[in-house]
């Protein structure tokens, strides 16, 4: 059995829970316009790419991943209880938005904090490459 790509988008003012794990080849998960999408596990053998945008917030309980691509503009929130990747997690936290990390371990982060922004990564990691502009935090 083939394990196959994931999408889930979250639009405005929405609320989404998925309380199953997924597991998948890649994920493109979104939350735009003040929703709120919230995942129990989300494991993917490849790439997650996650987008909040607009006021969002998106909540994942436990991320695993080769790789990822994380997008947050615009006064919206993204919480990672556990993320577990074994590649490069890039990262784009701006305008006014919080990316939050509480554990886990990821090999290499690269990417930009920016615009009043705030990253706060607790999980271990191996090579740190984020800058940071314009009145904002990185904290690792």
Partial sequence: ??????????????TDIVENPVECQNADVSSTHSATLRFKKLSCLGNA?????????LVISH????SAEINLSYASKLVI?????????KIYDGYSSTLQIDAGSIDKVTGKVEYSS???????????????????TWKT
């Fill in 1 to 14: 059995m083939s394990v196959e790509d994931y999408s889930r988008h979250t639009p405005a003012g929405n």
């Fill in 49 to 57: 790419k996650i987008s909040v945008d607009h006021s969002a917030t």
């Fill in 63 to 66: 991320l695993v991943c080769a």
């Fill in 81 to 89: 209880d556990n993320f577990e990747c074994t590649g490069t997690v």
């Fill in 118 to 136: 705030t990253g706060i990564c607790y999980a271990k990691i191996k090579r740190d490459e984020v800058s940071v502009e314009w009145a904002s």
